[in-house]
């Protein structure tokens, strides 16, 4: 004879199971996606204007936002610097500090939360739109290979985009704070930039940049993973777009974690 205690605690440890269940099985279509996508992956060179194509709709259009964010986070992040340090550390420090914070941490994560706004909800959307309309139907049924000719030139824009709006962030982000530091604050120019050359390191670059690939790399494919499951119509493409947006976010902060243990 099971108590009600017993009986929640029976129901729960099912759920848990069904819930572990369902994420390995997605978990595992995602890694055959993957796997189609680097099988395929000679279809950028064959498909040079789809791929340029993507560069432009994905990197080159996602610019204007990623300089708009990457101006505010480095200004915040001065000034608060600036507001923490007085009267505990010299001001020199400031702009190491903002410069190793924008490289190593805000910089990759704020643009890759933004990207996942912005392009991994986008590409769920055109391939979800595409999935409910039998277009992709249509495209494996003329013998040409959906995951070549929709995903992989997504996928390889973004991996490819995805550091070089970092670098264009994270750039604007440290003059963004060296202008209110300066213009705002007090600061010199001397005392914002020259102790920045001691702390500069390739290494943060390079661990920056490598963040970044993984972050353009998981928004990607997860945008595309999302649209050719997406079904229910027009109702579903919406689903579509905002589940795809909501595990990019998350995964992007799991792959930030994880990174940064390992590469630090």
Known sequence: MTTPFSSIL???AQEFGRRTLSF???LSRVTQLMRRVFVEIDGVVKDRGLFIKECVTLGVNSLPLVLLVGIFTGAVTGWQSHYQLEGYMPFDLIGPGVWKSLMLELGPALTGLVIAGRVSASIAAEIGTMKVTEQVD???SMAISSVRYLAVPRIAAM????PILVIQSVTIGVLGAAFVLTALMGMTSHQFWGLIPNFFHLYDIFAGLL???FFGLSASIIGCYIGFR??????GVGAATITAFVWSCITILVLDFLLA???F
């Open 24 to 26: 390995l099985i997605e």
């Open 211 to 213: 963040k970044s690939v």
């Open 230 to 235: 997406t079904e229910g119509g027009a109702e």
């Open 138 to 140: 249509a495209l494996e």
């Open 159 to 162: 991996t490819v985009m995805m």
């Open 10 to 12: 029976l129901g729960l």
């Open 261 to 263: 243990m390992i590469l």
